[in-house]
């Protein structure tokens, strides 16, 4: 019992001595100054007012400051004599030196320190790496010095001391917030929380446990009021904060230094109050990330709005060249227009698609509109319509054109989906793009390989107008080797140079077919004594070519990120032979499109009042025979379908899903 009393009294002044050395509390006399306080106690002004912001507007006679008091050495100098010693770590699948920071409560700094191999290259799998640990010696000898009958005891209290070590104490000053220090410890809220389980509500004066990642220059408070706290929701990324906050992600980074080491879900960040146009941000509104963001959805399931669902469905067909008798010529010369063959194969699922809602007990009113791929017309086709009552438009299948549409129904908010068009749009609150767009098509691919490239052996191989991606993807994969071509063209000697034991993949980034051609040839050579796998941000038309043998490239593994996958026949063979039998043809990815995005619609409106409220209700993805979809807002209006997937080329040439190894 003696122990115990003598372990609690040495926390005691444990207790005592952090908070004398660290802070004090001074009650301000009559005649007394911000400066003539800050002169009394040797600090800065500055110093004063980081602690107590309202000091800023004036002080008063007996109200309480929070004194910063600075002495030699720290609280934990006084009462510990840390000696380092080391744990040996075996490396696993999917462990980065981040993962182990966090779990062994140590820095990747100190984790560097002692493995000196790790500032050149990345943890492998199997390497057995040193991790220093710090024991702190009094609580030690005095935990330890126990009769035989309470040695269990002590074995217990020893393992949660091991635990204490890894956490210090902070004192809670006034305006303080689970969030702000949480920051500044480089801790989630729920870390915090769950050290601290018996603390309700914080309190000044008040003493919580907390990590040792200390961000010295991070403040707890924050006083520019352009800025506050905000706490990072699952699934969300930095190219998403980005977006959602209006800012660059260096800006981000420039706000959070602990991003340095990754972006964690429950991280507490720095951010802007107000967006791009000065409005205040939502944090409860739609965000499109969630916990259920990965989740699929089947709205089938879900079927309550029997209504019958009103659609425009606005493409360009050029119908006004038809004579009467011209129908020959017409085949002969619109339908060489490639835009209008996209639009009749994409009508074509549309149509198979209001019949299969129809099985389902969706009646739908199908309004049909030709754009002439003409933006007056599409104006002059809302004056003279009632679309007060549409539900939705699907279309119109070019940029200039849906956004005519779009601008012409916002103040109705009835949306605007664009099936096809992958280029950037303007930020209508009520347009749709079910194409997720080059950008975000990119940075998935880039997600991937940041996620999956530990210990691998990474080269990249990127041509002279490839030089931005190049460098994305040395930011993702730190430690890659880089070949740069010659004329274009790599040669098989180059990169047996840079190829390792383990796997090897291959990033290659250009458009250039000789480029393509010469290092899919020497990588298809070179896969016969070595593991390797290709891929790329962009399957461009490069890899189109004939020249181009899709035997290399699914003998290579080739992945890539798409915005569709080749359907499964056997899967599809009841759409098949349906379609076959409508229209004498077999179906490409167009009626695919038409069928997949057009049952997404009408599922949406019958699982929900509109289609805004099917996002907050089903906040999943969905997932037909070639598409998926899952609407995220943009920062500046406006909606788009994020899904992407990350497909495989096989080496029997059939297509699958990469999914995260």
């Not at 420039?254 to 146009?277: I, S, T, Y």
Request: charged share 25%; proline share 4%; glycine share 4%.
């Amino acid at each position: 019992m003696r122990y115990l009393f003598v372990i609690c009294f040495l926390f005691q002044i444990y207790s005592t001595s952090a908070n004398a050395q660290s802070y004090k509390y001074h009650t301000v006399k009559k005649g007394e100054t911000v400066f003539s306080i800050s002169q009394s106690y040797s600090i800065d002004e500055e110093d004063i007012y980081k602690y107590n912001p309202n000091a800023r507007e004036g002080i008063g006679v007996n109200e309480k400051l929070v004194i910063p008091v600075r002495e030699s050495g720290s609280s934990e100098k006084v009462t510990t004599s840390s000696t380092t010693q080391f744990l040996d770590h075996t490396v696993k699948k999917k462990e980065t030196l981040y993962s182990l920071s966090k779990e062994y409560n140590v820095s990747i700094d100190d984790i560097k320190k002692y493995n000196k191999q790790l500032y050149s290259k990345e943890l492998q799998i199997g390497e057995t790496i040193k991790i220093p640990s710090k024991s702190e010696a009094p609580f030690e000898s005095i935990v330890t010095v126990k009769s035989p009958e309470e040695k269990s005891v002590a074995t217990t209290k020893s393992s949660q001391e091991k635990q204490i070590t890894s956490t210090r104490e902070h004192i809670v000053l006034p305006k303080e917030t689970r969030y702000g220090i949480a920051r500044k410890y480089g801790m989630t809220v729920k870390e915090l929380e769950s050290l601290n389980p018996m603390v309700e509500v914080l309190q000044p004066g008040m003493m919580i446990r907390v990590g040792t990642n200390v961000l010295d220059d991070e403040p707890v408070i924050i006083t520019d009021e352009r800025f506050r706290f905000y706490e990072v929701k699952p699934q969300e990324t930095l190219y998403s904060l980005s977006e959602r906050f209006g800012v660059s992600q260096d800006s981000l980074k420039q706000l959070n230094p602990a991003l340095k080491e990754g972006l964690k879900f429950g991280m507490v960040l720095k951010v802007p109050k107000r967006d791009r146009d000065g409005e205040e941000i939502d944090d409860d509104a739609y965000t499109g990330r969630g916990e259920d963001a990965d989740t699929k959805m089947d709205l089938t399931q879900f079927i309550e709005n029997r209504s019958t669902k009103k659609i425009a469905l606005m493409l360009p067909y050029h119908l006004n060249k038809i004579d009467a008798d011209s129908l020959g010529s017409y085949r002969n010369t619109i339908l060489n227009e490639r835009v209008v063959r996209i639009s009749l194969d994409f009508y074509s699922g549309v149509l198979m698609a209001v019949d299969k809602a129809k099985t389902m007990g969706i009646s739908t009113n199908l309004k049909v509109y030709d754009t002439k791929r003409d933006p007056s017309e599409v104006s002059n086709i809302i004056n003279t319509n009632n679309f007060d009552d549409i539900d939705a438009v699907i279309g119109p299948l070019l940029q200039e054109t849906t956004e005519a549409a779009a601008s012409r129904l916002e103040n109705k908010n009835i949306p605007v989906i664009n099936p096809v068009s992958n280029r950037s749009m303007r930020g209508y609150k009520n347009l749709f793009q079910s194409n997720p767009g080059d950008e975000l098509t990119k940075n998935a691919m880039l997600d991937y390989l940041s996620r999956n490239t530990s210990g691998k052996n990474v080269i990249i191989i990127a041509d002279g107008k490839s030089f931005k991606i190049k460098g994305e993807l040395n930011n993702a994969t730190p430690s890659a080797k880089n070949i740069s071509p010659s004329n274009n063209f790599v040669s098989e000697q180059q990169l047996s140079g840079v190829m390792g034991v383990g796997e090897n993949w291959v990033i290659l980034e250009s458009d250039n077919i000789n480029l393509v051609s010469s290092t899919t040839s020497a990588l298809n050579r070179l896969a016969r004594n070595h593991n390797i796998t290709l891929l790329t941000t962009n399957k461009n038309n490069a890899y189109e070519s004939d020249i181009i043998s899709n035997n290399h490239l699914g003998k290579l593994k080739f992945r890539y990120p798409s915005v569709d996958k080749e359907y499964d026949t056997e899967a599809s063979e009841d759409f098949i032979d349906a379609y076959e039998e409508r229209f004498n043809i077999e179906p490409n990815k167009y009626a695919l499109r038409g069928y997949d995005l057009t049952l997404d619609v009408l599922l949406r409106l019958a699982s929900a009042k509109d289609l805004y409220e099917s996002f907050e209700k089903y906040p999943g993805y969905t997932e037909y025979y070639e598409s998926k979809f899952h609407y995220m807002p943009n920062a500046d209006g406006g909606y788009t379908n994020d899904a992407i997937y990350i497909i495989q080329m096989n080496e029997d040439l059939t297509i699958s899903e990469a999914n995260d190894i």
